[in-house]
């Protein structure tokens, strides 16, 4: 099967395949995975960022397959790489303990540890972590001080924070994953106090020795869909898994009121209700709460917007790159509210 040219957000006919495989039980199971066929090395298809989900998945269905019986060590070096990851953590977590900055995990280091059968299957390519607003120039020097360098354009004022709402550090060692500095959880909400709600209900977490916390799991899935229903040159399907597991995890003590009221609250409507029917369609969860953000309302804009957002820069039309530059000059003039 010829790898297509992923043009939205949302995952290819293989890559859909290749999800059914990873996160469904049984004949299901089988049956996608039978319909998919690659030679060599899961990236062939786009898939590489859900590869362990989708081996340890067919090891336990289906351990004689020929992908299985010819990557005996394929799992153990995920281990092995989330280890790396980890150790990084730690280093760059204690770093901001003993600089007295709280920090919150965000995204695939969060996950992996909260919602993911094991650490290992959650692919991570950089580490974010979410530190307060009031916090961030601390963070930032303790950072370089610890041995990190900031990547060019570092904010140097408070108003600087309204621009964007993370920052690369790269780590003092080549093989180190890069650190991904937060300090708003979400990029369209950069007010001084956008992140209030994310941090009062955040859960504590522990990430091999360092101690830090975790998006509640309400957040955790708003996060997971406002982050990953968008377009990126690199395929986007890790999102897919990231909610499965999050709605799979916590069946008996999710608030559906919580998290329509912070769906609403930072106008992301369209992507929930856009990822959850995806998700509901073709892995066959979440139906109840896409029953329920059904009823919110979304206006014209923001479905034009959100679906320039979930299209390949290639493929956006001229109207799509206005709603675009409207929707981010929304987003800065939002932020300079007091």
Same mark, same amino acid.
């Given at each position: 099967?010829?790898?297509?040219?992923?043009?939205?957000?949302?995952?290819?006919?293989?890559?859909?395949?290749?999800?059914?495989?990873?996160?469904?039980?049984?004949?299901?199971?089988?049956?996608?995975?039978?319909?998919?066929?690659?030679?060599?090395?899961?990236?062939?298809?786009?898939? =590489?960022?859900?590869?362990?989900?989708?081996?340890?998945?067919?090891?336990?269905?289906?351990?004689?397959?020929?992908?299985?019986?010819?990557?005996?060590?394929?799992?153990?070096?995920?281990?092995?790489?989330?280890?790396?990851?980890?150790?990084?953590?730690?280093?760059?977590?204690?770093?901001?303990?003993? $600089?007295?900055?709280?920090?919150?995990?965000?995204?695939?280091?969060?996950?992996?540890?909260?919602?993911?059968?094991?650490?290992?299957?959650?692919?991570?390519?950089?580490?974010?972590?979410?530190?307060?607003?009031?916090?961030?120039?601390? $963070?930032?020097?303790?950072?370089? $001080?610890?041995?990190?360098?900031? $990547?060019?354009?570092?904010?140097?004022?408070?108003?600087?924070?309204?621009?964007?709402?993370?920052?690369?550090?790269?780590?003092?060692?080549?093989?180190?994953?890069?650190?991904?500095?937060?300090?708003?959880?979400?990029?369209?909400?950069?007010?001084?106090?956008?992140?209030?709600?994310?941090?009062?209900?955040?859960?504590?977490?522990?990430? =091999?020795?360092?101690?830090?916390?975790?998006?509640?799991?309400?957040?955790?899935?708003?996060?997971?869909?406002?982050? =990953?229903?968008?377009?990126?040159?690199?395929?986007?399907? %890790?999102?897919?898994?990231?909610?499965?597991?999050?709605?799979?995890?916590?069946?008996?003590?999710?608030?559906?009121?919580?998290?329509?009221?912070?769906?609403?609250?930072?106008?992301?409507?369209?992507?929930?209700?856009?990822?959850?029917?995806?998700?509901?369609?073709?892995?066959?969860? =979440?139906?109840?709460?896409?029953?329920?953000?059904?009823?919110?309302? %979304?206006?014209?804009?923001?479905?034009?917007?959100?679906?320039?957002?979930?299209?390949?820069?290639?493929? %956006?039309?001229?109207?799509?790159?206005?709603?675009?530059?409207?929707?981010?000059?929304?987003?800065?003039?939002?932020?300079?509210?007091?």
């Amino acid at each position: 099967m010829s790898q297509e040219r992923p043009v939205t957000a949302f995952p290819t006919e293989p890559e859909t395949l290749a999800l059914q495989a990873s996160l469904l039980d049984g004949d299901a199971a089988l049956a996608a995975w039978k319909k998919l066929s690659f030679a060599g090395t899961p990236e062939e298809v786009g898939i =590489g960022w859900i590869a362990p989900l989708l081996m340890a998945n067919l090891k336990r269905l289906l351990p004689s397959d020929p992908w299985v019986l010819a990557n005996p060590h394929f799992l153990t070096l995920c281990d092995l790489k989330r280890r790396v990851v980890t150790q990084s953590a730690e280093t760059s977590l204690e770093i901001l303990r003993t $600089a007295a900055v709280p920090t919150l995990a965000l995204k695939g280091l969060a996950l992996g540890e909260t919602v993911y059968p094991s650490p290992g299957l959650r692919t991570v390519s950089d580490l974010d972590i979410l530190v307060p607003v009031k916090d961030l120039f601390r $963070a930032m020097e303790a950072l370089k $001080a610890g041995g990190l360098r900031a $990547a060019r354009g570092a904010p140097e004022t408070p108003a600087d924070l309204r621009k964007n709402h993370a920052h690369v550090f790269s780590p003092a060692r080549r093989h180190e994953p890069l650190l991904d500095l937060h300090w708003h959880v979400l990029a369209s909400a950069r007010r001084d106090d956008d992140d209030e709600p994310f941090w009062s209900q955040a859960a504590a977490l522990r990430i =091999g020795t360092a101690e830090t916390r975790t998006l509640c799991p309400e957040d955790q899935l708003l996060h997971a869909l406002v982050h =990953g229903v968008r377009w990126t040159r690199m395929p986007h399907v %890790r999102w897919v898994a990231d909610v499965t597991m999050i709605l799979r995890g916590n069946q008996n003590k999710f608030s559906v009121d919580r998290f329509l009221e912070v769906t609403q609250r930072f106008d992301a409507v369209t992507p929930v209700q856009e990822g959850l029917s995806f998700v509901a369609k073709h892995i066959g969860l =979440g139906h109840e709460l896409l029953e329920s953000v059904a009823n919110l309302k %979304r206006s014209a804009f923001s479905r034009h917007a959100f679906k320039a957002r979930a299209t390949s820069y290639e493929d %956006r039309s001229v109207t799509d790159r206005i709603a675009l530059r409207v929707e981010t000059a929304l987003w800065a003039r939002r932020a300079k509210r007091r």
